[in-house]
């Protein structure tokens, strides 16, 4: 009876962690796609819809970071230090956005990059 429980638990911390590394590089992707977005904005007049659009999903995509590192620690049993990371990224992204409506680019565009490595270095990571 312990053996399948064993294994049980493991398919589980397995499934929590796929979903984790699949929240991280839908979270990279759509940083990548605010960058692409970005040169569209300076470049033609549908950049700036495209801009916006893409803010929303990335906040979005930052915050099922956030569940996917909730779920992976606590039911899973898995370390809370994920939940930290994805917290702090979820600050970040909360001042992007303050700082894009703001319009601060000098403090938005360097943010943007910084955000962009942070989560290439979490998907590299886990």
């Not at 909730?70 to 039911?75: H, M, N, Q």
């Amino acid at each position: 009876m312990a053996t399948q429980v064993t294994v049980t638990d493991t398919a589980n911390a397995q499934r929590t962690s796929s979903f984790l590394r699949i929240a991280i590089a839908l979270q990279t992707l759509t940083i990548f796609l605010q960058a692409v977005s970005a040169g569209l904005l300076l470049t033609s007049s549908y950049g700036a819809m495209l801009h916006d659009v893409g803010a929303r999903v990335m906040y979005g995509a930052s915050m099922l970071y956030l569940l996917a590192a909730v779920l992976a620690w606590k039911p899973g049993g898995g370390s809370p230090r994920p939940v930290w990371h994805a917290t702090g990224f979820l600050v970040l992204a909360s001042a992007q956005v303050v700082l894009g409506i703001a319009h601060v680019p000098s403090v938005h565009l360097p943010l943007g990059v910084l955000m962009f490595g942070l989560s290439v270095l979490a998907l590299a990571r886990c």
